[in-house]
């Protein structure tokens, strides 16, 4: 069975800092995968932070660019978020996606709490 973990969240005051992580199966961290970061709050749908093109570049939501960066290591197979200068709007559980070969995969999820 094919699992994302993700590692990295907890509570930070408003302009702090956080580093998501993703160990992603080798079977599946493919330069043709799609791969990207999403949150969610209760009562609403989930919405894309940031992801990996097809072309491999890179989109961001409005709400977090210039603050977020997506990265990935091809050697450990690890997809990463780096969260700065976080609002309390940010406060969400993060979820770790890739989709390939027609299949779609999230992880567990890892709840990141802005708050003074």
């Known amino acids: 069975q094919v699992q994302l973990v993700e590692t990295g969240g907890g509570s930070v005051q408003p302009g702090g800092s956080l580093r998501l992580s993703c160990a992603i199966p080798?079977?599946?961290?493919?330069?043709?995968?799609?791969m990207g970061w999403y949150r969610q709050t209760p009562g609403k749908e989930r919405e894309m932070v940031a992801s990996?093109?097809?072309?491999?570049?890179?989109t961001y939501a409005d709400s977090v660019k210039g603050r977020s960066t997506i990265s990935r290591d091809t050697l450990t197979n690890t997809m990463y978020l780096q969260m700065n200068t976080l609002k309390p709007d940010d406060t969400a559980v993060y979820y770790c996606?890739?989709?390939?070969?027609?299949?779609?995969?999230w992880g567990q999820g890892t709840q990141v709490t802005v708050s003074s």
């Open positions: 996606h890739v989709q390939y070969r027609g299949s779609v995969y």
């Open positions: 080798q079977s599946i961290f493919s330069r043709h995968a799609l």
């Open positions: 990996f093109t097809s072309g491999g570049g890179t």
